[in-house]
């Protein structure tokens, strides 16, 4: 395997999309990612479109770069095969409460004792220092408990929605990746191993309110939370005489441009709500809202020739149909075709990062469900009888493909 954390063993007890599409980014770096998986498998696997049982395309795009041991923890056999596992990893993360892992007897402190130069790390919905400690977690109700639906409101929807994505998970999956690889640096110079805790809720508050605390970052506030060009119910693509634009007109020189080009050269000089970036943050509705009516005069065709000949940054609206067929992404090799040895030919996305040395690959397909059981099982000392003996009695489950 190639990828910067070539030689790093992680055991991934993450499920459904937050922990494994972190774990998929260490694997996509190189590490080597076992995947355990309980006797019922990630729910993931059964969501959406599949060729075959258990191998859905969601779970396609969150478990590439991984092996698929399957355990039953709650028994005794299982849970000391994990510790095995365990004994010579480099990181172990998991994404369910922190109760149940106690419960389980898999704690950080269990697991130190084991190996104490493991990083330990959990993904999960609330820091355990407050109220919401043992409360559950999902990414829409996180996206609900940080503020998103009502900033959905105040930009303009009749009603309150999520983000139609798992923003929350997609974005704490990535800081769960960012904090491994800090906790390994660590390791590498210190040579200990520690505890990383990553909450949902923490983690999507700040990236909230990074925008949006604006004048109550001051004591006293300085004026009401919200960044008023992001809340702008204007502020979404432009309807054109045939379609959409998406164009963010932003610094003096674009705006003086733009002014210009729609006929009011001297806009800027006139009126005092627009001269500068400031004052037109300050008139960002007016602003935008002259903008969507002069969008109207001219076709998306029209526009995007106009606005990318006068530098002013514009894109056309894609759709997800659109995305796949994206020129770009086609020219750098985004999209890629490949041959999955049980699902067939598969569209997969490429690691979007760029290496001169050590470059990220697809060097595993998404494994099927207990695909690597035996082989992960064997190195960690178990034999062919033991094995069999684990699968006889439920412990784990062998590849039925293999």
Request: glycine content about 8%; proline content about 6%; some cysteine.
């Amino acid at each position: 395997m190639s990828g910067p954390l070539a030689g790093v063993r992680i055991v991934d007890l993450t499920t459904v999309l937050m922990g494994p599409y972190a774990t998929q980014l260490l694997g996509d770096l190189g590490a080597d990612i076992i995947k355990v998986e309980a006797p019922s498998g990630d729910n993931v696997r059964t969501i959406g479109a599949a060729r075959h049982e258990g191998m859905s395309g969601i779970f396609l795009h969150c478990n590439r770069n991984k092996r698929s041991v399957v355990l039953d923890l709650k028994q005794p056999d299982g849970k000391a095969a994990l510790l095995k596992l365990v004994e010579t990893a480099d990181v172990f993360i998991y994404n369910v409460r922190p109760q149940a892992m106690a419960r389980l007897g898999l704690d950080y402190e269990a697991l130190a004792a084991v190996n104490p130069r493991l990083v330990y790390v959990g993904v999960y919905g609330y820091g355990q220092g407050g109220p919401y400690a043992a409360k559950p977690a999902y990414d829409d109700l996180i996206q609900g408990a940080a503020g998103i639906p009502t900033l959905s409101l105040q930009a303009g929807s009749d009603v309150p929605r999520y983000a139609p994505l798992a923003m929350a998970d997609r974005i704490v999956g990535m800081s769960a990746a960012n904090a491994v690889s800090a906790a390994l640096f660590h390791r590498e110079r210190t040579g200990e191993g520690q505890r990383v805790d990553i909450p949902m809720f923490e983690t999507m508050a700040a990236f909230v309110l990074g925008d949006h605390m604006t004048g109550a970052t001051f004591e006293p506030p300085l004026g009401p939370a919200g960044y008023a060009r992001l809340l702008n119910e204007h502020r979404k693509p432009y309807r054109t005489r045939d379609g959409h634009v998406c164009v963010l007109v932003y610094n003096d020189k674009q705006w003086q441009t733009f002014f210009a080009m729609i006929g009011q050269p001297d806009l800027m000089e006139k009126d005092p709500r627009f001269a500068t970036i400031g004052k037109r943050t300050e008139n960002i509705h007016e602003l935008y809202r002259m903008v969507a009516e002069v969008m109207l005069t001219r076709t998306t065709a029209e526009w995007l020739d106009l606005l990318e000949q006068a530098d002013i940054p514009v894109m056309p609206m894609n759709t997800i149909d659109s995305l796949l067929e994206d020129p770009h992404l086609n020219a750098v090799g985004f999209f890629q075709v490949v041959d999955h040895p049980s699902e067939g030919k598969t569209r997969q996305m490429a690691v979007p990062s760029t290496w001169s040395r050590t470059p990220p690959e697809l060097s595993r397909h998404a494994p099927r469900f207990g695909q690597h059981s035996a082989e992960v099982l064997r190195e960690a000392g178990y034999d062919e009888t033991r094995i069999a003996a684990l699968a006889a009695e439920g412990v784990t489950v062998l590849d039925r493909h293999g």
